[in-house]
């Protein structure tokens, strides 16, 4: 049982009780107590919701066929929790991940170009996010991939090592973000716009970096030995095989108040 149908039984339940009383005289304004009592409930369920989470693969899943794309471009909108992203979906398959309330998939072929949009709702309010309390998903590693992420207050983590990742473009407010870029996808270019957030990346041995800083207030530790400042601005770094490299990522990181690590 969703935890949702949970929730709004015990609030049905509630009100059930409030007419009750109402009936028997003791109350005379019955929605003047339910949504009072309702807050009350939402908060106590939101701080109880990690003792009721099941684990992460558990709950209902969605997928989104390939269709014999031979690339494709992921839109991901989500206001506020933890969202994971990895490779490992099915052969033939675009994505799969959580499912729940809060989100809706649309898709739609054009040449050859397969166009994903995800819409996530929050997951810490327990009848919009997954069972997991955590959104999950796969990507497909048989394709180039483009990826899109417009996200508010939010926890997100990329493991992109595995996926032949092309673009990563991630709008986002206060929050943290982690990626592991891609082993062996060519080509990646990776801008990040952010507000009050802590990002953490990490570049595979053997891929070779460009990195170029446009921050506020910022706290930032790069492995210069790896990826050597190049202008007395301070604000540009490269690997010294960056123009000849097999595989290579550039990085343009823009914000405020910032803590960035790339590694």
Known sequence: MRRGNIFW????????????????????DVLGWFWPVLLIMLGAWVMAGRFLTRAPDSGETF???LQGAAKL???????AGSVVFTGGAPAGV???GSQALGMDVSSQLSGDSLGVDLNAGPTFIPFLGPESGEWRFQVTQEVPV???????????DFDMTDIRLTYL???????MLKVKLPVNAGHTLVNVESGAATVDMIVPEGVAARIRLEQG???TKIDEKRFPLLT?????YQSPDFDSAANKVEINLEGGANSVQIR
Not at 146 to 156: E, F, N, T
Not at 232 to 236: H, K, Q, S, T, Y
Request: hydrophobic residues 55%; aromatic residues 6%; charged residues 15%.
């Open 9 to 28: 039984g015990m609030a049905l339940i509630v009100l059930g009780a409030l007419f009750f009383l109402q009936a028997r005289g003791l109350v005379t």
């Open 63 to 65: 997928s989104i066929d």
């Open 73 to 79: 471009d992921l839109d991901f909108d989500h206001g």
């Open 94 to 96: 675009a994505i799969t």
């Open 146 to 156: 483009a990826i899109k992420v417009d996200a508010g207050a939010s926890s997100l």
């Open 169 to 175: 473009g991630v709008d986002t407010g206060a929050s």
């Open 217 to 219: 207030v910022s706290s």
């Open 232 to 236: 007395a601005m301070g604000n540009l």
